[in-house]
């Protein structure tokens, strides 16, 4: 299977060691999943037309076929391929649960984002 990519902002602590977890994670799985770190390799941002903040404010990912997702469809894509996690992507897409899913993720990206500037990461 082709590779999902996640562009990631590294400076976030709670987003890194989420981050870390999913890549030991998916490490041992089969499905390949590449890990970008934009606040220290910005090319990805240039080449799907993203600015730092949008990766601040929501995790990315890009698709095999080349779409980008935000925020809770990043997530469900990364889960899906991460090993023990696809029944709980699958869960968070069902019809109604997937309008909660996109709501906690975005108001609990929006609580870290507003954490990390109070805290002058950026």
């Known amino acids: 299977m082709a590779e999902l990519t996640v562009l990631y902002n590294a400076v976030c602590p709670v987003c890194r060691e989420g981050i870390c977890h999913f890549e030991r994670r998916t490490k041992s799985g089969p499905e390949g999943v590449v890990y970008v770190d934009v606040s220290s390799v910005p090319g990805p941002l240039r080449e799907h037309d993203l600015h730092l903040n949008d990766v601040r404010r929501k995790l990315h990912v890009v698709t095999p ?52 500037r109070a805290s002058g990461r950026w």
Request: positive net charge.
């Open 65 to 116: 076929d080349g779409a980008l997702l935000a925020g809770w469809p990043a997530i469900s894509a990364l889960w899906q391929r991460t090993p023990g996690w696809g029944w709980l992507a699958r869960l968070g897409d069902l019809p109604g649960v997937r309008i909660v899913s996109g709501m906690t993720y975005s108001a609990t990206a929006q609580l870290l984002w507003w954490w990390n």
